[in-house]
């Protein structure tokens, strides 16, 4: 069994920073890709960040140049760093994963519990 946990949401003030973290924990095997998703209030969940296994990112252009994804691979954990934020980036925050478990051959997909960023203008 694998579990995501996040942490690091809160209330900011506009042009503000926040640092999220997923860890992952379990009989884990490799990561081979993490990704950070938000919801909005009556908005459809999108997809914020993407950090494969070899350092590759890839940003949606709303948060291009202000949000950083990186992974530290020693400790199953990805962050995001956010900065110059937004109203708009209020959302609820999701960390998702596709994970190779031990004795597995194949990735499933694990997704965090989701953590709220208010950002307050």
């Known amino acids: 069994q694998v579990h995501l946990v996040e942490s690091g949401g809160g209330l900011v003030q506009a042009g503000g920073s926040l640092r999220l973290s997923c860890a992952a924990s379990?009989?884990?095997?490799?990561?081979?890709?993490w990704y950070w998703y938000r919801q909005a209030p009556g908005k459809q969940r999108e997809l914020v960040a993407v950090?494969?296994?070899?350092?590759?990112?890839n940003y949606a252009d709303s948060v291009k140049g202000r949000f950083t994804i990186s992974r530290d691979n020693a400790k199953n954990t990805v962050y995001l760093q956010m900065n110059s934020l937004k109203p708009e980036d209020t959302a609820v925050y999701y960390c998702?994963?596709?994970?190779?478990?031990?004795?597995?051959?194949?990735?499933?997909?694990?997704w965090g519990q989701g953590t709220q960023v208010t950002v307050s203008s």
């Open positions: 998702a994963a596709a994970i190779v478990q031990v004795s597995r051959f194949i990735p499933d997909d694990y």
């Open positions: 379990g009989s884990i095997f490799s990561i081979n890709v």
């Open positions: 950090i494969t296994s070899g350092g590759s990112t």
